[in-house]
Nanobody
């Protein structure tokens, strides 16, 4: 299974970006897709998570500004980021909990990071 993250870039404060995380491979189903971020000198933190039935979870800093969603048919997750702030600058990585075809086991996979830079 591979995860391909895209959509990062440079944006001014107050702007928006939409990140995508596309999974491919021997997938039966995806139980959850999460977005994490890591800023320079800081620990990686969970930004948002969406589970199979659509339940969502957000970090306090993302609540009300970011929206996580998924397209189950396309094995793709999205993170719509609005009202971006300079403190949102970080490398954003996606993670997926995947059940492989022909198994009952769930595995965790990571995509490569995508840089988000918010200028003041």
């Amino acid at each position: 299974v591979q995860l391909q993250a895209s959509g990062g870039g440079l944006v001014q404060a107050g702007g928006s970006l939409r990140l995508s995380c596309a999974a491919s491979g021997n997938i039966f189903k995806i139980n959850a897709i999460s977005w994490y971020r890591q800023a320079p000198g800081k620990q990686r933190e969970l930004v948002a998570k969406v589970r199979g039935a659509g339940e969502t979870q957000y970090a306090g800093s993302a609540e009300g500004r970011f929206i996580i969603s998924r397209d189950s048919a396309k094995y793709t997750g999205y993170l719509q980021m609005n009202s971006l702030k300079p403190e949102d600058t970080a490398i954003y990585s996606c993670n997926a909990n995947v059940v492989l075809s022909g198994t009952l086991y769930e595995y965790s996979y990571w995509g490569q990071g995508t840089q988000v830079t918010v200028s003041s």
